[in-house]
Structure formats: structure tokens, C-alpha cells
């Protein structure tokens, strides 16, 4: 059950309106995060809800926002600690894995099918944003395990970088028709298969 936001001074804040939007972006897409539904979810007037965003558009930038922010402090941000290379690189598939599998609450990643098509400008490019950061973190950490030769010499950073990533957003989607416990431990062997190829491609 999903616990009710907190008001500030008897008003819902913006934060716990998105952070109720996410709960309902994550159950059903973004199309159920409507203003009228997120008034109706929090028993406030669509005006109220309208007042703290301006326009659908504005409260769909403003879920990226958050959604991305939250990916960055589980996932990214803690993979950055391990030390550049393999062990980077491990960390941030392993640390999107769990996330999208084992968090509580909306597990939204930058690839989530909850964000859908016709965002309008300002959403779409937050979310271009996200998705390109995170490619760039794995591609990142890629090209430093090719120069600690950890990689082959002749290994592509770019091409393992796309090739991790849709390994873990395929992974992901397997949700569908499987246990996430099934999910965590393919993807995980998954990925070791994967950068061991890598390590002698």
C-alpha cells in the first residue's frame, strides 16, 4: 500500500505530488499521471494540482527530474565509488539490475516503457539527457578497462557500452513473465558473460 504524501502547511507539496505521479507513472505510464488523476489520488482540486506545474508537460519534465535524481543516488552515484574499469563498469549494470528489481517504490530507469512516446519538449530532453548520462557513464567506465587492460586493446567502449545497456534493459523487461529474483540472477550471469567476452574480444 502506498503510503499517503505529506502536506506542507494543510497543501500537498510539489514534491509529494510527483512523488505520487511516480507511483502512478510506474503502475500504468505516464497517461495515468494526468493532473485530474493525480487530484482525484490526492483529494485536491485540479486547479491546486495545475497551480504547482502550469501544464501536463511541466509536471511530465518534472517526473523525469525526479525519476532520474532518484536513479542517479541508487545507481550511478554509488558506482562511481568503485574504482574506474571492470569493477565500474560491473557496478553500474549490477546497480541498474537491483534498482529496477529490488527497490521499493517506482523503479523507474531511463529506458522505462512507463514514459511512453509524445512527452512533450521539455520531458523529452531531460529524457534524452538521462539516457545519454547513463550511456556515457558505461561507456565511460569501458574505456577506462581498456586502457588498465582489463579489455582487449581492440575492444570498442562505445559498442560494449550499447551492448551492456540493452543487455540490462532487456533483462529488465523479462519482469513481464518472470520472478524478480529469476530476473536478478540471469541478468547477473548475463553480465559476467558478457565482460568476460569483452576482455578478449
Known amino acids: 500500500m502506498i503510503a499517503p504524501p505529506q502536506r506542507a502547511n494543510g497543501r500537498f507539496s510539489r514534491r509529494a ?14 497517461h ?19 497551480a504547482h506545474f502550469g501544464s501536463k508537460g511541466a509536471l511530465d ?3 523525469v527530474d525526479e525519476a532520474a535524481e532518484r536513479f542517479e543516488r541508487a545507481v550511478s552515484g554509488p558506482a562511481a ?9 560491473a557496478a553500474l549494470c549490477e546497480g541498474f539490475v537491483v534498482y529496477a528489481t529490488d527497490s521499493p517504490g517506482p523503479r523507474l530507469t531511463p529506458s522505462h516503457r512507463a514514459f ?9 530532453s531531460r ?3 538521462w539516457t545519454a548520462t547513463w550511456r556515457q557513464a558505461l561507456e565511460a567506465a569501458a574505456a577506462d578497462a581498456v586502457v588498465q587492460g582489463e579489455f582487449a586493446a581492440t575492444a570498442d567502449p562505445a559498442q560494449a557500452a550499447f551492448e551492456l545497456g540493452a543487455l540490462v534493459d532487456g533483462a529488465v523487461r523479462a519482469l513481464d513473465h518472470t520472478t524478480a529474483a529469476d ?13 568476460v567476452g569483452w576482455s578478449t574480444a
Request: net charge positive.
Open 127 to 129: 529524457l534524452a539527457t
Open 183 to 195: 530476473v536478478r540472477q540471469r541478468a547477473r550471469r548475463a553480465i559476467d558473460r558478457a565482460l
Open 17 to 30: 505530488i510527483v512523488e505520487r505521479g511516480l507511483d502512478l507513472t510506474a503502475q500504468g505510464g505516464r
Open 32 to 50: 495515468r499521471a494526468s493532473i485530474g488523476a493525480l487530484a482525484g489520488a490526492l483529494g485536491m482540486s485540479k486547479s491546486a494540482v495545475h
Open 116 to 124: 511512453g512516446r509524445g512527452l512533450g519538449a521539455a520531458a523529452e
Open 81 to 89: 565509488a568503485a574504482p574506474p574499469g571492470l569493477a565500474r563498469l
Open 61 to 63: 519534465a518534472a517526473l
